[in-house]
């Protein structure tokens, strides 16, 4: 009885797309003369690819991958490494690995990588260095970030600005790391950079500036939905109380 119900479910959802979406007229006759058979069909050549263009449904797809199969994206770059040990191939690794948090493993590749004459490219030098930051070798990391020129795409240098103002912050450099700052916050998306500039504000006991990065904070996040906010979620819960606490 409930798997009569479901069917006729399916295959009256399946109508109500075609006659909205304005697909093809023949399949409304192969849903009802075949309903599963025809309702898979058509779900599958005319609903799932429009589900796969939607930025929400590839988001929760990709979330729900990596909670059942969270080694993934290691074990595949493994496999082709262990085909093919090219420098794409060795990359390839080391950023899955830096994805999954496990920095140290990442570095290594990293660092075999930065050894070769074809490896001196500035986006893997930045992903050393943001792995060896991440691993707490902030003089290292600094080493390698202070090399990087300026040039390239104003996106790619504002992130490289970004992660040399959080290793000096951490060297207990906040003067120089708050210069830094307040040249690039505006210039980059999400929120984690403001309030990142807000923190370091508050830890120098600059409060007034910090309320303002922070009330711009949650300006911008109402503009926001909640795929793009993601897992940022907590970084604005954490705006939202700090900002309760210095008006009280």
Same mark, same amino acid.
Request: net charge neutral; hydrophobic share 45%.
């Given at each position: 009885?409930?798997?009569?119900?479901?069917?006729?479910?399916?295959?009256?959802?399946c109508?109500?797309?075609?006659i909205?979406?304005?697909?093809n007229r023949?399949?409304?006759?192969a849903?009802?003369?075949?309903?599963m !058979?025809?309702?898979?069909?058509y779900f599958?050549?005319?609903i799932?690819p429009?589900?796969?263009?939607?930025k929400?449904? @590839?988001?929760?797809?990709?979330?729900?991958v990596?909670?059942?199969?969270?080694?993934k994206?290691?074990?595949?770059a493994?496999e @082709?490494?262990e085909?093919t040990?090219s420098?794409a191939?060795r *990359?390839a690794?080391a950023d899955a690995?830096?994805? #999954?948090g496990?920095y140290?493993?990442?570095?290594?590749?990293y660092?075999e990588v930065? !050894?070769?004459?074809?490896?001196?490219?500035?986006k893997?030098?930045f #992903?050393?260095?943001?792995?060896?930051?991440?691993?707490?070798?902030?003089?290292?990391?600094?080493?390698?970030?202070? #090399?990087?020129?300026?040039?390239?795409?104003?996106s790619?240098?504002?992130r490289?600005?970004?992660?040399?103002?959080?290793?000096?912050?951490h060297?207990?450099?906040?003067?120089?790391?708050?210069d830094?700052?307040?040249? *690039?916050v505006?210039k980059?998306?999400?929120?984690?950079?403001?309030?990142?500039y807000?923190a370091?504000?508050?830890?120098?006991n600059?409060?007034?500036e910090?309320?303002?990065?922070?009330?711009?904070?949650? @300006?911008e996040? #109402?503009?926001?939905?909640?795929?793009?906010?993601?897992?940022?979620?907590?970084?604005?819960?954490?705006?939202k109380t700090?900002?309760s606490?210095?008006?009280?």
């Amino acid at each position: 009885m409930h798997f009569l119900i479901i069917s006729i479910l399916i295959q009256v959802l399946c109508i109500v797309h075609l006659i909205k979406s304005g697909a093809n007229r023949l399949w409304l006759t192969a849903i009802i003369f075949l309903p599963m !058979a025809g309702s898979a069909a058509y779900f599958l050549v005319e609903i799932l690819p429009t589900l796969m263009g939607n930025k929400h449904v @590839r988001h929760a797809t990709k979330k729900a991958v990596e909670k059942i199969d969270p080694e993934k994206n290691v074990r595949l770059a493994c496999e @082709r490494l262990e085909i093919t040990d090219s420098l794409a191939n060795r *990359i390839a690794l080391a950023d899955a690995l830096a994805e #999954k948090g496990e920095y140290q493993k990442a570095i290594e590749h990293y660092r075999e990588v930065m !050894a070769s004459r074809q490896g001196q490219e500035k986006k893997t030098a930045f #992903k050393y260095a943001s792995s060896l930051f991440q691993d707490g070798q902030f003089g290292s990391a600094l080493k390698i970030v202070e #090399k990087l020129s300026d040039g390239g795409v104003d996106s790619d240098l504002n992130r490289r600005r970004l992660l040399h103002a959080r290793i000096l912050e951490h060297l207990d450099r906040d003067q120089e790391a708050a210069d830094i700052f307040a040249q *690039i916050v505006d210039k980059l998306a999400g929120i984690e950079p403001r309030c990142l500039y807000a923190a370091l504000l508050l830890k120098m006991n600059r409060r007034d500036e910090a309320r303002v990065q922070l009330q711009e904070t949650l @300006r911008e996040a #109402k503009m926001m939905d909640r795929l793009q906010i993601g897992d940022e979620q907590p970084i604005l819960d954490w705006a939202k109380t700090q900002l309760s606490q210095l008006s009280v």
